[in-house]
């Protein structure tokens, strides 16, 4: 299975902050990655797909970029709602894998 | 709208067998796959497998591999899990999600609680 790493695994800011987030998999997945938010006691949220695809509905602060092993979900600018945990997930493998997760908390 | 719901909360002793259900609807069920993903309490998301909803083809991953089978009925745009030989371990909130033309999950039911307690 492909492994899938985030760093930090949690993060204190505060709103309006600039935040990034890494995953880093196991092997070159080329674009196949996908981040969510999820919030305590709700289903996980897609917000970005393919790396860099920005879901429907998914408000522009977010964005994703990279390829390979080597990827980054910004927030531009944090809002008090974006504060949840952050996973990424591989597509590239029919096995998929997510990311440990990344707990963003209010500084 | 396009939504997936799932049944409800079940409460099994070891051993048992659970069967969780996913019923689509908004969509054609048979043009998208279907993933399972499970969240033990404080815990992170685990992908168990998928089911290729058009032609009913499955993967799993290892860890669930002989004691999970994913299920569809396409008459019914329903897709099942089922889990068995249950330990404390297997207790968790168990997701569906279907997945979209871009390789993300897009859309994942409310979520089905799985209690396992002797």
């Known amino acids: 299975d492909i492994q899938m790493t985030q760093s930090p695994s949690s993060l204190s800011a505060s709103v309006g902050d600039r935040v990034t987030i890494t995953c880093r998999p196991s092997?070159?997945?080329?674009?196949?990655l996908n981040w969510y938010q999820q919030k305590p006691g709700k289903a996980p949220k897609l917000l970005i797909y393919a790396a860099s695809s920005l879901q429907s509905g998914v408000p522009s602060r977010f964005s994703g970029s990279g390829s390979g092993t080597d990827f980054t979900l910004t927030i531009s600018s944090l809002q008090p709602e974006d504060f949840a945990t952050y996973y990424c997930?591989?597509?590239?493998?029919?096995?998929?894998?997510f990311g440990q997760g990344t707990k963003l908390e209010i500084k | 709208q396009v939504q997936v719901v799932q049944s409800g909360a079940e409460v099994k002793k070891p051993g048992a067998s659970v069967k969780v259900s996913c019923k689509a609807s908004g969509y054609t069920f048979t043009s998208n796959a279907m993933h399972w993903v499970r969240q033990a309490p404080g815990q992170r998301l685990e992908w168990m497998g998928w089911?290729?909803?058009?032609?009913?083809?499955?993967r799993y991953s290892q860890k669930f591999q002989g004691r999970v089978t994913i299920t569809r009925d396409t008459s019914a745009s329903t897709a099942y899990m089922e889990l068995s030989s249950l330990r404390s371990e297997d207790t968790a909130v168990y997701y569906c999600?279907?997945?979209?033309?871009?390789?993300?999950?897009?859309?994942w039911g409310q979520g089905t609680t799985v209690t396992v307690s002797s």
């Open positions: 999600a279907r997945e979209d033309g871009g390789g993300g999950m897009d859309v």
């Open positions: 092997q070159s997945i080329s674009s196949y």
């Open positions: 089911i290729n909803a058009g032609n009913g083809n499955t």
């Open positions: 997930q591989q597509s590239y493998s029919t096995l998929c894998t």
